[in-house]
Nanobody, 125 residues
Framework: QVQLVESGGGLVQAGGSLRLSCAPS????????MGWFRQAPGKEREFVAA????????RYADYVKGRFTISRDNAKSTVYLQMNSLKPEDTAVYYC??????????????????WGQGTQVTVSS
């Protein structure tokens, strides 16, 4: 069983920054891609960013491009989402997800095999 644990969420003013972290534990795979998604109240879960195992490939949703950066430290088995210039519309529960295909950075929800419990990000205006 793979567990994904997110951390780093919180309350921040518009224009501020947060960094989310996600680390898998339990049964893990030697190589895997990772993604971040978010879900606001009353809305469907949506893609935010993804990164391949090597970090060669990254993908961003248009609404975060230029503000958010996904990265990973494989020595620490941790993936990060640096969020800058936050807006109230970024308020959501943020989820990290693991894709057993290490070579891609996909924005398709169904491509992900394991999910974390989520961490709340609230941006006040």
């Amino acid at each position: 069983q793979v567990q994904l644990v997110e951390s780093g969420g919180g309350l921040v003013q518009a224009g501020g920054s947060l960094r989310l972290s996600c680390a898998p534990s339990g049964r893990t795979f030697s190589r895997y891609a990772m993604g971040w998604f978010r879900q606001a109240p009353g809305k469907e879960r949506e893609f935010v960013a993804a990164i391949s195992w090597s970090g060669t490939y990254t993908r961003y949703a248009d609404y975060v491009k230029g503000r958010f950066t996904i990265s990973r430290d494989n020595a620490k088995s941790t993936v990060y989402l640096q969020m800058n210039s936050l807006k109230p519309e970024d308020t959501a529960v943020y989820y990290c997800a693991l894709d057993r295909n290490p070579a891609q950075a996909t924005g398709v929800i169904d491509d992900y095999d394991y999910w974390g419990q989520g961490t709340q990000v609230t941006v006040s205006s």
